[in-house]
C-alpha cells in the first residue's frame, strides 16, 4: 500500500470504522534514521489504533526506528516481511527476509528491547515457487521463539522473480488453507489473513479459522464497505453518517490542513474518490474531485461543484 495509506487516506478510514486497525504505508528504517521523520510519522490524533509499518533487517536499525515509532505515539510496531518490489529486495528486506528467519528474530527481539508497544510481523507464505507448509511454519516458530505474538500473512507466495509487485498480488494462487494450519499448529499465537478477501461474508468465514483479517486494496477501492465493520464485527453502533456528511468532514479536514500544514486539497481528495462507489453520480462526482483544472477553488466549492446535478445539453430538434 506504499503511496496509498498515507495519514489523509487513514483519516477517512478512521471516519468510516471507529475500531478497525489502521496500518501506515512501509517506512524503511533508513528513511527515519537519514531522512525527514516528521514528514514520514507524523498522524492524526485521530487515526488511533494505528500502527507503523517498517521496511528493514538490521535489527540496531530497527530498534531505532521502533523508538521512534513508539515515541510518535503508534500503536504497534510491524514489521514487513512480504513486499516482493525489486527496490525492497535490492535493501535486502521485505518478502526476502523469509529466507533468514533468524535475522527477523533478531530484529523483533532488538524492538521489543526498546519498545513497550506490541511488534507484530507481516509476511507471504512462501518464496518463489516454493509451496512447502514447513518453509512457513519455520518461518513463524523461529520468529515466534524471540517474543513475536502477532502475525499477519499474506495468502500468496511472493515471486521474487518475473513478477512485478502488482502481478504478485494476482498470479501465485491464494492458499487459505496454509494460513488456517498456521493457527492450529500455532493456537497461542494471533494469526491474521490476508489476500483477496472482498466482502463482509468473506471476512466471516475466515474468522472461523483465524483471529483477524487484513483487508488491503479493496477497502481503499471501496472505502463504503468500511462502514459496515464496527457492528458486523466489533459489537458496535451502526454506522450512523450518509455520504454527504461523511464527504462534509473530509471537506473540514481539508480546510485544517491547508491552514496549518499547507496541504492542498488535491492531495487529500484522491484517497476518497470511491466514497460513492456504485451509487448513482458516481462518475460525475469523482470527476470534479480529481479534476486537476480546478485546484484554485477551494475545497467547499469543489464540493459543492461535486454534488451539483450536472446539466445535460439539448439537442436541437429537426422540424
Known amino acids: 500500500m506504499l503511496d496509498w495509506t498515507d495519514r489523509h487516506c487513514r ?16 517506512v524503511t528504517t533508513g528513511a527515519l ?20 509499518q517498517l521496511g528493514g533487517s538490521e535489527p540496531a536499525d530497527l530498534a531505532q526506528a521502533a523508538k521512534l515509532g513508539q515515541a510518535w505515539g503508534y500503536d504497534e510496531i510491524n514489521l514487513n516481511c512480504g513486499c516482493p518490489s525489486e527496490r525492497v529486495q535490492r535493501g535486502a528486506f521485505g518478502a526476502c527476509l523469509m529466507r533468514e528467519p533468524a535475522l527477523v528474530a533478531d530484529g523483533v527481539k532488538a524492538m521489543r528491547d526498546v519498545v513497550e508497544v506490541p ?32 502475525f499477519i ?10 513478477l512485478s509487485p502488482k502481478e504478485n498480488r494476482d498470479i501465485p494462487p491464494l492458499r487459505y488453507g496454509v494460513v488456517a ?9 494471533t494469526i491474521a489473513i490476508n489476500g483477496g478477501i472482498r466482502d463482509s461474508a468473506a471476512v466471516a468465514a ?26 458486523q464485527f466489533f459489537g458496535a453502533a451502526p454506522f450512523a453518517l450518509n455520504h454527504l456528511e461523511v ?16 496541504t492542498h486539497w ?4 484522491r484517497h476518497m474518490l470511491g466514497l460513492r462507489h456504485g451509487l448513482p453520480g458516481a462518475r460525475h462526482w469523482r470527476q470534479v474531485w480529481s479534476n486537476h483544472r480546478l485546484k484554485e477553488l477551494s475545497a467547499r466549492e469543489v464540493s459543492q461543484l461535486a454534488n451539483t446535478k450536472p446539466v445535460k445539453p439539448t439537442k436541437n430538434k429537426s422540424t
Not at 464527504?247 to 499547507?262: D, H, I, S
Open 11 to 26: 483519516y477517512l478510514h478512521r471516519l468510516l470504522s471507529r475500531h478497525a486497525l489502521l496500518y501506515t504505508e512501509m
Open 33 to 52: 534514521l537519514h531522512g525527514d521523520v516528521a514528514r514520514h510519522l507524523r498522524f492524526n490524533a485521530e487515526e488511533h489504533p494505528v500502527a507503523l
Open 119 to 150: 511488534v507484530t510481523v507481516k509476511h507471504r507464505i512462501g518464496i518463489d515457487k516454493e509451496e512447502s507448509y514447513a518453509f512457513v511454519r519455520d518461518f513463524v516458530g523461529t520468529v515466534a521463539e524471540a517474543g513475536c505474538s502477532v
Open 153 to 162: 500473512v499474506h495468502a500468496r507466495n511472493a515471486w521474487l522473480k518475473g
Open 181 to 189: 494450519q498456521l493457527k492450529q499448529d500455532f493456537p497461542h499465537l
Open 206 to 231: 475466515q474468522l472461523q479459522q483465524v483471529d483477524g483479517v487484513m483487508v488491503g486494496r479493496e477497502a481503499y477501492h471501496n472505502p463504503w464497505w468500511l462502514t459496515q465493520w464496527d457492528a
Open 247 to 262: 464527504e462534509e468532514q473530509m471537506v473540514a479536514y481539508m480546510e485544517r490542513e491547508a491552514a496549518t500544514q499547507g
Open 266 to 269: 488535491y492531495a487529500i481528495a
